[in-house]
């Protein structure tokens, strides 16, 4: 574990005006990953010790931290994160808590995967954030309810060690642990308040599921699909186009900036592995003055690493989900998609089933991960 922006101490009171105008922050390398404790995946925080102040839920919210300085409640300042209350000693004597004492929070992965790096933000914190904070992670299958999860013969893996954070910051932390986690545990040392956590990684799906399911959307996110690069994010991030679910408005999807030359802009991506590919959705929901005026497919086969053409140019309407059945089924194991000129997909959707050497590989990928 190195920490890529490290922070400590408290940020200044506020003063007024925009509250992030002295917010501590930095380009971390690993935030162009999935955030595996999206919302959206299915992440939520299952249980927390305390949560006297503010709710454990915030934590996970998609939109950065929201500062107002009037809102107060029946507790003391309401703050957009996780807050516990101050901790105590045992007695007049021993006032202070002692160094074992934290207070932690449980988080189900939105999608089990290798996490990479993890940012603990401390936004609008800026006299009441934890001294230090430590991630702790673990792989579990179904669904374990909180006791499962805390029973002592779980055994946790550090990601992050106790280490001392910064007020009102962007803590990150990059992580080098080559295993596949289902759950995390966020120690805040001793009490205090966090505004978000971010994990990002790599999907890491369970092998056994998608071959039971036979055909799935083997470009979807939530199945170990990724986004390799794109020409364009401007507006919004080409990973939006394998998120779950439909769009729900128009930020929502993926949405280029207005090109002024005569190329076109595009997404390149990566199958959880090596598919036959029988049908194709392209999704340009809550885009109707800028969604893509035409679209094109082509699939690169893994075995020859040639590339050859699934769907030709063809017109897109706005706001319209579009469905396209193959007349043959393609294999590969990346796709592209060119938009001419520019504007934006919603959602694309690649329905099809893994292969018999995809379903090898995937398999042997898990159990190196410790699934």
Known sequence: MTA????????????????????????????????????????????A???????????????????????????GKIMDGWETRRRRGA????????????????IRLGAPGIVRGLVVDTAHFRGNYPQAVSVEAVSLPGSPSPEELLAPDVKWTTLVPRTAVGGHAANGFAVDVERRFTHLRLNQH??????????????????????????????????????????????????????????HKMDDGWETRRRRDRGNDWIHYHLVEEADIRAVEIDTAYLKGNAAGWARLTARDAETGDWTELLPRTRLQPDTDHR????????????????????????????????????????ARHAELGG
């Open 4 to 47: 890529t922006a490290h922070f400590t101490g408290d940020a200044n009171p506020y003063g007024g005006g925009d509250p992030y105008a002295d917010y501590r922050t930095a380009d971390h390398p690993f935030t162009h990953l999935v955030d595996l404790a999206d919302r959206r995946l299915g992440a939520g925080v299952i249980a």
């Open 49 to 75: 010790n305390d949560e006297f102040f503010a709710e454990r839920e915030n934590l996970l919210k998609p939109e950065p931290a929201h500062f107002d300085p009037e809102r107060f409640g029946h507790k």
């Open 190 to 247: 001793p009490d205090g308040g966090i505004a978000r956590l971010r994990v990002y990684g790599e999907v890491a799906p369970d092998p056994a599921w998608l071959t039971a399911l036979g055909t799935f959307d083997v470009v979807a996110l939530e199945n170990g699909g990724r986004v390799e690069d794109a020409s364009d994010r401007f507006y919004s991030p080409a990973t939006n186009t394998i998120q779950p679910g439909r769009s």
């Open 324 to 363: 396209f059945v193959l007349p043959d089924a393609v294999r590969a194991d990346q796709v592209r998609i060119d938009i001419f000129p520019d504007g934006g997909i919603s959602r694309l959707r690649l329905f099809g089933s893994l292969t018999e050497r995809g379903t090898a590989r995937l398999a």
């Open 91 to 106: 007695s007049a004597e021993r006032p202070h808590p002692v160094d074992q004492d934290h207070d932690w929070a449980l």
